[in-house]
């Protein structure tokens, strides 16, 4: 088992910093939504998807 560790060391930190980087991406976009903040900068007048994401006022 020692064996194996030492052999796959690199992959094992480079995935551990991988996945915590995802999950701390996942974890301020989750806070953002919740705070109501939106995620398109809400500049719509250049966005393809102009008056599809935002209702009507």
């Not at 991988?18 to 966005?47: E, F």
Request: hydrophobic letters at 40%.
């Amino acid at each position: 088992m020692l064996q194996w560790l030492a052999e796959n060391l690199g992959t094992i930190l480079i995935s551990a910093v991988l996945l915590a980087v995802t999950v701390s991406i996942c974890v301020y976009l989750i806070r953002q939504k919740q705070k109501g903040k939106s995620s398109c900068g809400c500049n719509c007048a250049h966005c393809a998807m102009h008056g599809q994401c935002h209702g009507k006022p």
